[in-house]
C-alpha cells in the first residue's frame, strides 16, 4: 500500500539537520532540458562544504556514470544501471549484480514486445554491463507495465525511467544498492536523503530504509506505477526540484550549527 507523498514545504527542518548524502537520480531530477546547469554545480560545491556528499544513482550506463564521478564537483562515486554496478574514477568497476546473459534479455524484449511492435535498443547500449536498454518511444506507464509482467514470466525483470526501458536478470533497486555503497563510505540510513522523479526510483523510496525521501512534481503522474512512494514531493520538477531540495536541506543544517 503507497502513501500520498505530503509537500516538501511541509518537511520540518528537523528531520533533514542530520542528513549528510543525497543519493540522486540525474535524468528528470537534476537535469533541466536534459542537461546539468550552473546553479546545480553550484549546489553540489555549496553541499559539500555544509557536510553534505552527493552520490548519483541512475539508470544511465556504467559509462556514462563514470563520467559523472570523475567531473561532477565533489563526487566521489555513482550507482548506474540502477543499481547494476558502482563506478570510480580510476578504480575497477564494482558489479553489484551478476553478469547479464545479454542475448536471454534480447529474445525477451522482443516477445514481450510483440510481433507488431518492436524495442529499440537505446543508442548507449555499448557502454553497458549490467543491463539491456531500450528507447521508451512515448509509451505509458501502463504498457511497460504489461510488458514487466510478461518478462516476469521469463524471470526477467522490467523497469522504466523518464528515458528508457530496462530489461534485468536481477532485480532492479537503486536503494539496495545505495544501503550497500552508502555502508561503505561511512554513513548510515538516517543520514540519507534519496530523491528521484519516475518509476526506476521507488526502491530509493521504499518505507523505513532512509532518512528522508523525496519526489520531484512528475511522481504525482507516476503514482499508480509506483511500487513505493517518497514521503515528500517537490513543487517543482527536474533541477528546480532539486534544487528546493538542496535549499531547504542547506538552511535546516545552518539553523541547527
Ligand atoms: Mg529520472
Not at 528537523?14 to 543525497?22: S, T, V, Y
Not at 532518512?211 to 515528500?232: C, F, I, N, S, Y
Request: hydrophobic share 45%; charged share 25%.
Amino acid at each position: 500500500m503507497t502513501q500520498t507523498p505530503r509537500p516538501l514545504s511541509l518537511l520540518p527542518a528537523e528531520k533533514l539537520a542530520g542528513i549528510r548524502l543525497i543519493a540522486t537520480d540525474v535524468d528528470g531530477t537534476m537535469t533541466r532540458n536534459g542537461k546539468l546547469s550552473a546553479d546545480v554545480l553550484a549546489a553540489i560545491s555549496r553541499l559539500a562544504t555544509a557536510g553534505v556528499e552527493v552520490l548519483p544513482v541512475t539508470g544511465r550506463p556504467a559509462g556514462e556514470a563514470l563520467g559523472l564521478a570523475r567531473y561532477l564537483p565533489e563526487v566521489r562515486e555513482a550507482i548506474a544501471e540502477n543499481g547494476a554496478v558502482l563506478v570510480r574514477p580510476d578504480q575497477d568497476v564494482v558489479n553489484l549484480w551478476s553478469k547479464p546473459d545479454r542475448d536471454l534479455l534480447l529474445r525477451v524484449a522482443a516477445e514481450i514486445a510483440g510481433p507488431n511492435d518492436r524495442l529499440v535498443l537505446a543508442e548507449d547500449a555499448f557502454c553497458r554491463v549490467g543491463d539491456v536498454a531500450f528507447l521508451r518511444q512515448g509509451r505509458g506507464d501502463e504498457e511497460i507495465g504489461k510488458m514487466a509482467e510478461a518478462a516476469l514470466a521469463h524471470d526477467v525483470f522490467v523497469i522504466w525511467s523518464s528515458v528508457h526501458i530496462h530489461l534485468s536478470l536481477s532485480e532492479p533497486d537503486k536503494g539496495a544498492a545505495v544501503l550497500g555503497v552508502s555502508a561503505n563510505l561511512g554513513y548510515s540510513p538516517e543520514q540519507i536523503l534519496t530523491i528521484g522523479d519516475a518509476p526506476n526510483d521507488a526502491g530509493l523510496w521504499k518505507a523505513g530504509r532512509f532518512g528522508v525521501t523525496v519526489g520531484t512534481a512528475d511522481v504525482h503522474h507516476h503514482l499508480a506505477a509506483l511500487r513505493h512512494t517518497p514521503d515528500w514531493v517537490s513543487d517543482n520538477v527536474g533541477a528546480d526540484a532539486w534544487l528546493e531540495m538542496a535549499e531547504r536541506l542547506m538552511a535546516a543544517i545552518a539553523a541547527a550549527d
